[in-house]
């Protein structure tokens, strides 16, 4: 039997699937934003450092390599329970948290002026001052 895919799973659903697994090792209790935020870096850290070291052609040839495949999607799947978690934890909508986010990048970075360009506002900020 195959695993249900993005299509056929919602964030609802992964957020309920996170809350069980915590709900029955009895983990709740250590479960508080500080202890997820900590541990969304940490395994960030972890997925960050299958790349280190390499070039970036070598970085986009990882996922033609099913054995590499298989590590970052394990390392993916740990900072995201571990967001998810958080969402839990904090009561954050993450479709609401998401799409608000891209309207504001939207406003703050307009295609007409950011289209193919790496510069943020923020670095222009930074050369101003």
């Keep these: ?26 983990w709740k209790r250590f479960h508080n934003p500080k202890n997820l935020a900590e541990s969304i870096c940490i395994e960030s850290s972890e ?50 948290a998401v799409l608000f986010k891209l309207r504001e990048g939207a406003r703050r970075y307009p295609t007409s002026r950011y289209r193919g360009r790496k510069t943020h506002h923020f670095q222009k900020r930074c050369r101003k001052t």
Aim: net charge negative; proline share 3%; aromatic share 8%.
């Design 47 to 96: 997925l960050l450092e299958l790349f280190q070291w390499l070039t970036t052609n070598e970085s986009k040839t990882l996922s033609m390599d099913p054995e590499k495949i298989s590590r970052l999607s394990e390392e993916f799947a740990d900072v995201l329970i571990y967001c998810l978690a958080f969402a839990n934890i904090v009561h954050i909508d993450i479709a609401d």
């Design 1 to 26: 039997m195959e695993s249900p895919t993005d299509k056929e799973t919602t964030v609802d659903e992964l957020k309920e699937a996170v809350s069980r697994f915590v709900r029955e090792r009895k």
